[in-house]
């Protein structure tokens, strides 16, 4: 048993005996526990590496656009959450460089063909694949819809976003606008990556290595 299972547990404990609750609603307390633990130290641990590698707005744009659109469209993911945590951290700064970098060669014609690809693809793969559920979660069809609706909807908010900040980023030349826009494009991009067959599939290799290794 992990660190933050045990400490999930103790909560759960706790709570129970301070609400006098049964054991069921304890272990559902612990589960909740563990998923708020889970986040937060994951979200933690990102920013910390992003501000090591100075990448602290990029990486809260990218982080922010995977976990609101994976609310909506759900997706790959490792077989546990160590691997989890790894894997956004990985993915995350390595967008964010990216990120970094693609600015010394932006400009007007490359910037926006980047966005409209991006949300293009990721439209696609939305339309196709989400929500994604899992058989130990199946997803009924009337909570599918209301899913599919919320995806969809904050796909136009981001793109709406986008495409103003690099609207601002040639009109007045800074920068944040570019991060902004470029950012939103590739955290959008990349959980809708992770709906698709190949992008399940990259998951899966990268998680079976990451076992090999810390495991």
Request: aromatic fraction near 14%.
């Amino acid at each position: 048993m992990s660190t933050l299972e045990r400490l999930s547990q103790s909560i759960a404990r706790r709570v129970s005996a301070e609400l006098k609750l049964d054991e069921e609603r304890e272990e559902v307390i612990a589960y909740g526990a563990f998923g708020i633990l889970h986040t937060a130290l994951s979200v933690i641990a990102v920013l910390v590496a992003a501000l090591v590698f100075k990448l602290l707005l990029e990486a809260v744009l990218i982080l922010s656009t995977i976990m609101m659109l994976r609310k909506y469209t759900g997706g790959a993911h490792a077989s546990s959450p160590t691997g989890c945590s790894l894997m956004s951290g990985i993915f995350v700064i390595s967008l964010a460089l990216l990120t970094r970098f693609f600015q010394h060669y932006a400009n007007p014609w490359n910037l926006i063909a980047v966005i409209f690809l991006g949300f293009t693809a990721s439209f696609i793969a939305i339309y196709r694949r989400a929500p994604v559920d899992s058989p130990n979660k199946p997803i009924s069809e009337k909570h599918a819809l209301s899913l599919r609706k919320g995806a969809f909807a904050f796909f136009a908010v981001c793109f709406a976003f986008a495409v103003f900040s690099a609207y601002c980023y040639f009109r007045y030349g800074k920068a944040v606008y570019y991060t902004i826009s470029i950012s939103l494009t590739s955290g959008f991009l990349w959980q809708s990556f992770t709906l698709t067959k190949p992008g399940q599939a990259i998951i899966k290799t990268i998680d079976t290595f990451l076992k090999k290794i810390f495991f």
